[in-house]
């Protein structure tokens, strides 16, 4: 994926409408969309090949990810995504009805997040206090503080028990990160929402459901997904609707300056070569990490408030399994509350989400370890990893003691997931200042409007439709 040699002619450099810089999912999105409405584009990315985060591999039966494992179809944009991306072979696999099904860990076994009134009565992962006072939710007052971490608003509404063994792990098992130091409002806005517009969450989520949707609503389906053979099928797809001419791979360096209204990128290529493009528009979707050398005109302040932005570290295992020894988890993982002092923050059964991920008989695993906690974990060698992996498959998975994996694969991620805490408020207004001041510069990725790949799609078909 070379420079167009249209593009590095001075004289026609001005006919593009936008660069768009990283191409992972956000960024290769916004480029798709802009060429759908007839938008000259390029892309420009430092790594040698497309994609991001996401990264699907191949290995003999197996197919597994170093990064994003699934989505949640959480808006119709994703929908629409794919149904534009049919005519390059990209199809939406949403999970086996069996994945709806999640795994609490308590004690010495997982269990099943109850799913029914019955079932929420009989689980031991509350306690009969909080069983009862939940009862009392719709009628507590509203919360008044609009910082409010997440632990301390579902203590107050629901009590503890709900958030060592509900909301805990389902925080790690999102952001790998901390209920105590993430913002409702930034990380959980939907949460959030529920008690500031209803009062409640019981009476907001049952207004909720009563809402008549329209036709294009009803695409969110909410069900868990990934692409037929693997999320970089997505990708890859984005590339060829982006065309591969349009996206420039291997750009080092990269450094954005405004002039005389419009706006020029240069980068160095492999061979220390600079090269400069000069459009109308320049659209951000890097790490927050990476925007104060490629921004050198922002304002210190403007930029500290961005690089504030902590992130989350992960370890991601792939395991495979030829012969499952007739064991059947038959789930979408079980996530591992931080009370329970284990060392993972969940296992996903991928194969037991999708098809064809591993062979007939077998299984795969995905197991992450590390998070905002433990961040520690990062400095454990490849041989202690390993050991905690295959340890996990007996003591929590229920496989023979004497199991071998025929496939592990250690992904190590330092920054992995940002944290939408307290410093998130003065990041988003950071990020409308420079946007004001500087026209045409749009600063996008998930250093705002969520983490999530719905999120991810959704604002970069936000961003690709708000170009005049």
């Known amino acids: 994926m070379n420079l167009p ?8 450099q001005t006919k593009l409408d936008a660069i768009v810089i990283g191409a992972g999912l956000t960024g290769l999105t916004t480029a798709h969309t802009l060429k759908k409405r007839g938008k000259r584009v390029v892309v420009i990315e430092k790594e040698q090949r497309v ?10 039966d197996y197919t597994f990810e170093s990064g994003p494992n699934t ?15 049919a005519q390059w072979g990209c199809s939406l696999e949403e999970a086996h009805e069996e994945a709806r099904q999640r795994w609490i860990w308590k004690g010495t076994k997982f269990h099943a997040i109850p799913s029914s009134l019955i079932g929420a009565v009989r689980t031991p992962l509350f306690t009969w206090r909080d069983k009862f006072g939940i009862l009392g939710e719709p009628f507590r007052r509203k919360g008044t503080n609009p910082d409010e971490d997440v632990a301390s608003m579902v203590v107050r ?70 692409a037929v053979g693997g999320l970089s099928r997505l990708t890859e ?23 005389n209204g419009q706006w020029q990128v240069s980068y160095k290529t492999a061979t220390g070569e600079t090269i400069s493009l000069c459009s109308q528009h320049v659209i951000t979707t890097v ?25 989350a570290p992960i370890i991601q295992v792939s395991v495979g399994l030829s012969d499952a020894h007739g064991v059947e988890n038959k789930a979408f993982g079980g996530l591992i509350p931080t009370c329970e002092k284990q060392p993972f923050l969940g296992i996903l059964f991928p194969s037991a989400c999708f098809s064809q991920r591993c062979p007939t008989a077998g299984a795969l695993y995905s197991f992450f370890i590390g998070g905002t906690n433990h961040t520690e974990m990062l400095d454990k060698t490849d041989a202690e990893l390993q050991q905690m992996v295959c340890k996990g498959l007996t003591t929590m998975l229920g496989l023979p003691t004497n199991v071998q994996p025929d496939m592990i694969r250690i992904f190590r991620h330092e920054r992995a997931i940002p944290q939408y805490e307290l410093s998130s408020g003065a990041r988003f207004e950071a990020v409308n200042r ?7 510069l749009i600063i996008g990725g998930n250093l705002r409007d969520g983490i999530g790949m719905a999120d991810r799609i959704r604002q970069a078909v936000r961003m690709g439709s708000q170009l005049a």
């Open 287 to 311: 790490g927050a990490y990476a925007l104060k050398t490629m921004l050198p005109f922002v304002e210190e302040a403007d930029m500290a408030a961005i690089s504030a932005l902590r992130y």
């Open 237 to 259: 797809a984005l590339a060829q609707s982006v065309g591969e001419s349009n996206i420039i791979l291997g750009a080092k360096e990269v450094v954005v300056t405004p002039m």
């Open 5 to 12: 040699k249209v593009y590095m002619q001075n004289e026609i």
């Open 157 to 226: 509404r629901l009590g503890k028990s709900y958030l060592d063994y509900a909301v805990d792990p389902f925080v790690s098992g999102v952001y790998a990160g901390n209920p105590h130091t993430l913002i409702t409002r930034f990380a959980l806005p939907k949460l959030y929402n529920l008690e500031q517009n209803y009062g409640s969450f019981i009476r907001g989520g049952i207004a909720k459901s009563k809402e008549k949707k329209s036709e294009r609503e009803r695409l969110a389906t909410k069900n868990v997904f990934s």
């Open 71 to 85: 989505g949640v179809v959480s808006y119709p944009e994703v929908a629409e995504l794919f149904h534009d991306l």
């Open 51 to 60: 994609g991001g985060q996401i990264h699907t591999y191949q290995q003999g």
């Open 434 to 440: 420079i946007e004001q001041a500087y026209k045409g």
